[in-house]
């Protein structure tokens, strides 16, 4: 059953002779004489500014549900609750199919890697393998190499290395200027 509409100044209800309404933005509603009563774009209620809005069957549909009945409301938005429930469900389905599809891929793909190593395992003599393990590890893994390992000796003037002077006489040098060397 819809609300019915009435002045709250006057109390007169919408007929066809009848004057139209208005809805205030204070929420009050007024027919079109008591309207004409009072101050323009004041509430004749609360006394506060307000704007009107002509209540009409062209009114936003939101201001309209202000008037109907709540069994005609429960029944719209059960309806439009259930349309999206529906909706929020078939995507929500759509992403888990989608998930364990992804899934199903990435442990086939995690299997096949798995297999590809038993076999490179299998394929290996152990001895091989285990050889190349402890010649790898002779010495210490961990150990910071000498210098003398890498050819530098903790000593600068260590004898098993030339002076500086032998090894500019060593070298040759090219009396033709280079064409990238600016002269």
């Known amino acids: 059953m819809a609300l019915p509409v009435f002045c709250n100044s006057c109390s007169c209800e919408p007929r066809k002779p009848t004057p139209r309404f208005c809805l205030t933005s204070c929420g009050h509603v007024f027919c079109e004489i008591c309207l004409q009563k009072g101050k323009k774009d004041e509430c004749l209620i609360c006394k506060t500014a307000c704007q009107m809005l002509v209540l009409s069957k062209q009114?936003?549909?939101?201001?309209?549900?202000?008037?109907m009945g709540v069994d005609v409301l429960c029944n719209k938005y059960?309806?439009?609750?259930?349309?999206i429930s529906e909706f929020q469900e078939k995507h929500r389905k759509h992403l888990l199919a989608y998930s364990k599809q992804k899934a199903a891929k990435l442990e086939e793909s995690l299997?096949?890697?798995?297999?590809?190593?038993?076999?490179?395992?299998?394929?290996?003599?152990?001895?091989k393998t285990a050889q190349l393990l402890f010649s790898n590890t002779s010495r210490n893994p961990f150990s910071i190499p000498s210098r003398k390992q890498n050819g530098y000796s903790p000593y600068p003037l260590h004898s098993s290395h030339p002076s500086t002077s032998e090894m500019v006489e060593a070298?040759?040098?090219?009396?033709?200027?280079?064409?990238?060397?600016k002269v």
């Open 111 to 127: 299997k096949k890697a798995t297999q590809q190593i038993q076999q490179i395992q299998c394929m290996k003599p152990p001895e």
């Open 171 to 181: 070298m040759e040098v090219d009396p033709v200027p280079s064409p990238m060397r």
């Open 59 to 67: 009114i936003n549909p939101d201001i309209q549900a202000l008037f």
């Open 78 to 83: 059960s309806k439009e609750i259930t349309q």
